[in-house]
C-alpha cells in the first residue's frame, strides 16, 4: 500500500519562443521550484521590513538597519543564493564523483545552466552569509546584527523550496513501509533509458515535506518565538545561532530518511553529505547561542510583550 503521487506538471507555463531578426529567443517555462524561490525571497524580503519597523523588537540599541537598507540588501542576498547555491553544489555533490568531474572537464558551461537543476542549500547559506559580511561591511553595519535579522525570514523559502521539491518528485526518501509512503513515478519524473522510475515502485518517505514541516514550518515558529515572544533580537548572535541549530539538527535527524545522492550512499558510518555539512552548523550555531549565556527555554529580560 501506498499513497498516489499528485503528478503535477513541473512548469507553471510556458512562454512560446520568439524570433528576433535571425535568432530565436526561448520557450522559457516558468517552474514551481523557480517560484519558491522568488516567493520565498520576496515574502522573506517583507518580513524583514515589518521586523525593523518594529522598534520594540530591538531593544535600547533600536533596528539593525533602515527598511531602505533593506531593499539594497535583497540584491545582494539573491545573488548570494543563487551564486553559492549553486557552486556549493558544484563543490559538494559534483566533484566528489567521478561522473561530475567528467561532466565538468568536457563542458565547464554546466556550472552556468541553473536550469539543468542542482541546487545546496548548505552553498546557498554560505553565500548569503558572505553576502550580509560584503553588505554590513559597506553600510557599517554589525554583520551579526544583520544576520540575526535575516535568519527568521530564511525558513519562508526554505519550506517553499521544499514543497516545490515535493511537486518535482526530486530529493525523495528511503523505503518505507509507512502507510503514507509514496512511490516517486509518473508522467513527469524523469526515467531511465529503458522507461523505468529512477525511484523504483517501492514505496518512499515524502521526505521532502518532512523537510517543508521542519526546516520551514517549525524552524520558522521557533524563531518567531525568539523575536516576538523572547525579545532575542535584542541580543547579538543568538537568533543565527538558534537558526543554525535547528536548521543543523533537523536536517541531520532527516538525512536519515532522505535517499542520500546517486553516487553518495556508501560514506563512512552511514553518513550523508547532508549531516557532514550540518554538524558544523550546529557547532558555530550552539557557540552563538553560549557565548549569550542563554541557554534556550530562559526569557530573557527585554520581552517585547
Not at 552569509?129 to 535568519?151: E, G, Q, S, W
Request: hydrophobic share 50%; charged share 15%.
Amino acid at each position: 500500500m501506498a499513497l498516489p503521487f499528485p503528478n503535477i506538471r513541473p512548469e507553471i507555463f510556458t512562454l512560446p519562443a520568439m524570433h528576433v531578426w535571425r535568432w530565436t529567443i526561448g520557450p522559457f517555462s516558468v517552474r514551481w521550484y523557480a517560484l519558491g524561490y522568488i516567493v520565498g525571497i520576496l515574502l522573506g524580503w517583507r518580513y524583514a521590513i515589518g521586523l525593523v519597523r518594529n522598534g520594540r523588537l530591538w531593544g535600547a540599541a533600536g533596528p539593525v538597519a533602515t527598511a531602505l537598507q533593506i531593499d539594497d540588501l535583497i540584491v545582494w542576498l539573491t545573488l548570494g543564493i543563487i551564486g553559492g547555491g549553486r557552486v556549493g553544489y558544484v563543490l559538494f555533490y559534483m566533484l566528489p564523483l567521478q561522473s561530475g568531474r567528467e561532466t565538468l572537464w568536457s563542458d565547464p558551461m554546466e556550472v552556468f545552466r541553473l536550469w539543468h537543476g542542482g541546487m545546496s542549500f548548505h552553498g546557498g547559506m554560505i553565500g548569503v552569509a558572505l553576502a550580509i559580511i560584503f553588505f554590513a561591511r559597506v553600510n557599517r553595519i554589525d554583520y551579526l546584527r544583520l544576520a540575526d535579522l535575516i535568519a527568521p525570514c530564511a525558513p519562508i523559502g526554505i519550506g517553499l523550496v521544499r514543497i516545490a521539491n515535493f511537486i518535482n518528485g526530486e530529493l525523495w526518501g528511503r523505503v518505507t513501509s509507512a502507510p503514507w509512503g509514496m512511490v516517486f513515478c509518473g508522467p513527469y519524473i524523469p526515467t531511465y533509458a529503458d522507461g523505468q522510475c529512477i525511484a523504483g515502485q517501492a514505496p518512499r518517505h515524502p521526505s521532502q515535506l518532512y523537510e517543508a514541516t521542519l526546516e520551514g514550518l517549525v524552524l520558522f515558529l521557533a524563531l518567531r518565538w525568539a523575536t516576538h515572544r523572547q525579545g532575542w533580537l535584542a541580543r547579538r548572535g543568538v537568533l543565527t545561532g538558534l537558526f543554525l541549530v535547528i536548521y543543523g539538527l533537523c536536517r541531520i535527524s532527516l538525512e536519515n530518511v532522505r535517499m542520500p545522492d546517486e553516487g553518495l550512499q556508501h560514506l563512512p558510518f552511514g553518513l550523508t553529505v547532508g549531516i557532514l555539512l550540518s554538524i558544523p552548523m550546529v557547532l558555530v550555531g550552539g557557540w552563538l547561542v553560549w557565548r549569550q549565556g542563554l541557554p534556550l527555554g530562559v526569557s530573557s529580560a527585554h520581552d517585547p510583550r
